[in-house]
């Protein structure tokens, strides 16, 4: 998936939430599944957003290792 990061065009994995940890998210992706490590302002989005739409996609930058919020990445 194509978007803009930090003002940047760049190409973003997206994925469907598997599981919500404490302290993480767990994500099915193309490949597999990854875990990213979330603070607790992003934890609390990722689950409202789940909240709202169980087969939410979200995108992911797999180079940082980041969840990507209103095109700018989190942790």
């Not at 689950?47 to 709202?52: E, G, N, S």
């Not at 797999?62 to 700018?72: A, R």
Request: hydrophobic content about 40%; overall charge negative.
């Amino acid at each position: 998936m194509d978007l803009y990061v930090n003002g940047e065009y760049q190409s973003v994995d997206i994925g469907y939430v598997k599981e919500i940890k404490e302290y993480s998210v767990v994500f099915i992706i193309k490949d597999g599944e990854v875990e990213i490590d979330v603070d607790p302002v992003t934890l609390d989005v990722i689950q409202t957003i789940c909240m709202a739409d169980e087969d939410a996609l979200i995108p992911l930058d797999m180079e940082t290792n980041s969840v990507i919020l209103d095109g700018e990445p989190t942790k």
